[in-house]
């Protein structure tokens, strides 16, 4: 009675999830990365100084260690129901992300003590008995490296998510992405002379220039090309934009297309 009248309740700030869906090496293994980008908007949280994970091996595995589509249908009924019981039992932890690796599922939490997971694992233990065989590992982390070192994106990783969504939002609109189109790309600059040199990379990779402008100390730049925008075929065409602008010290900005729809929509 006493315990559970004292028992330490913690305020996870709030903040809006943001999971997204990239690909990464860790210790040299191709690793499939879901992570909530947004926590990194309130991370460290003090109140949560212990990584915590929970993980889980699957059957039928990729020669990259990845699951196959057998797989998956059961990766989700899983992870579908420990997302309910983390809700009901999972006082003090917060997920944050999910790697996938070596033929294993690790779901990453934060959590103020490795007690917090008691009552999580107790009913994961009754809900799924010996269906179900899951390792933990844990350790203090209070500056939250295990969140920025292997689940938050590197730069260049974050533009391919942005690329993705762009293309999510075509795909939902009714565009199969099959057909080539006006891709326009915006940057700014700082420096005049560095939008000039940029200018000059941009013109002899055959892009065409349509916007030019000065505007709170910036110049505001707008490029544009006839290309492919599949899945496939995006990051060959954004990343060295982006990669030639930071050269520049400037700020690539993203793209976007018109919305192609297929004859029969």
Known sequence: MFRSLFRKKIQVPRHDENWQVYFSRINNQVTSVIVDINVAEIAPVNSLSEVFYLIIPFDYANEEGLPTIESYKLINEVEDKISDLIVGYGENMLHVST??????????????????????????????????????????????????????????????????????????????????????????????????????????????????????????????????????????LCLPIWEKAKSFNGIYNGWESEVIRTKNQ
């Not at 533009?159 to 006006?182: F, Y």
């Open 99 to 236: 790697l996938t690796m070596n033929s294993e599922r690790l779901q990453m939490y934060y959590c103020h003590k490795v007690e917090n997971s008691k009552a999580f694992l107790s009913q994961l233990d009754k809900d799924f008995g010996e269906k179900l065989t899951y390792q933990i590992d844990h350790r203090h982390d209070p500056n939250w490296s295990d969140y920025f070192n292997l689940a938050y994106p590197l730069p260049f990783q974050m533009e391919m998510i942005k690329n993705r969504i762009v293309l999510r939002q075509l795909t939902e609109a009714g565009d199969d992405l099959k057909e080539s189109r006006n891709v326009h790309h915006y940057l700014a600059f700082r420096e005049e002379k560095d939008m000039d040199e940029f200018l000059q990379f941009a013109e002899s990779e055959r892009f065409v220039l349509f916007l030019k402008e000065k505007r709170d100390e910036l110049w505001k730049l707008g490029i544009s090309r006839q290309d492919y925008v599949s899945y496939e075929q995006i990051d060959e």
